[in-house]
């Protein structure tokens, strides 16, 4: 497996996670090429201090912002064999995290790998390959951070319809018409430092997102009646409890998984 990668990373604003993130890319024992960084902040002080003679600043089109056109844009740009997708919000906490990940990748003779953050922390680093048969519609790929093939990408692009769990749309295609396996590397070294991650209502709204795309996209299981029957449950309970506009976003939530098994859905992605 080739070891010069470029590093495509989606940014919106959040300079200080930014400049975090390159600093520990440019340490890493293999560093990248080339980052390039795909823009969709209107802030452009967020780059001060960045420019750099491996470093390219791209801005997104002044368009709705769409997870897919974002990497797409990234990865058309790449001129590596591998491409390093990662969010500005992951934490590498060793130097040898993405040397470690190729080296694995040819011990399993795997293409592409990515990687999940361990849980608990504490538990050493685990590399499991995923084929069609194990692929259960969330562990396919990981557009957070992820080693991809540059020309199967761009051959196969991310599809901007999907407007959320894109990664797994895509490991689903590439399961089926490939016949390929990726390596899911759980890693103590790697964390995710989304500044929302704690907030409840930005939890519910993305696993939500993600879990409607899922059942569109990917596999039905996600927006089947008993998963329906569950939110509607839970919109009762919140009702029952006074909890008005947590019951709504439930029932809001059950009637689209219902329409979502007979229409496509149209959700603007969300930079969360």
Not at 150 to 163: A, G, N
Not at 174 to 203: C, D, K, M
Not at 230 to 247: K, P
């Amino acid at each position: 497996m080739n070891r010069a990668y470029t590093a495509v990373i989606r940014a919106h604003t959040r300079n200080d996670l930014l400049h975090r993130l390159i600093v520990a890319l440019r340490a890493q024992t293999l560093p990248p090429s080339k980052i390039i960084i795909v823009d969709s902040s209107p802030d452009r002080a967020a780059f001060i201090g960045l420019d750099d003679a491996t470093l390219e600043i791209v801005t997104y089109p002044d368009t709705e912002f769409n997870f897919s056109k974002a990497i797409n844009i990234g990865l058309a740009r790449s001129e590596t064999d591998n491409t390093l997708i990662i969010s500005s919000h992951i934490e590498l906490s060793d130097a040898g995290v993405i040397e470690r990940g190729l080296q694995l990748a040819r011990q399993h003779g795997v293409e592409m790998f990515y990687w999940a953050p361990a849980v608990p922390p504490s538990v050493p680093e685990v590399a499991v390959a995923i084929d069609r048969r194990t692929f259960n519609g969330t562990n396919g790929l990981c557009n957070s951070i992820s080693m991809v093939k540059t020309e199967l990408c761009i051959e196969r692009p991310f599809r901007e319809e999907v407007f959320s769990a894109e990664d797994q749309e895509w490991a689903a295609h590439y399961f089926r018409e490939r016949g390929g396996r990726i390596l899911r590397i759980s890693s103590p070294q790697v964390g995710y430092a989304n500044p929302n991650h704690g907030s409840a209502t930005w939890s519910e709204l993305k696993v939500f997102n993600e879990q409607l795309a899922l059942g569109h996209f990917v596999h039905r299981r996600f927006i089947y009646p008993d998963r329906i029957l569950a939110r509607a449950l839970r919109g009762a309970l919140a009702l029952s409890r006074g909890r008005r506009d947590r019951a709504r976003m439930h029932f809001r939530f059950a009637w689209a998984m219902t329409k979502a098994n007979f229409v496509r859905p149209v959700v603007q992605s969300r930079y969360f």
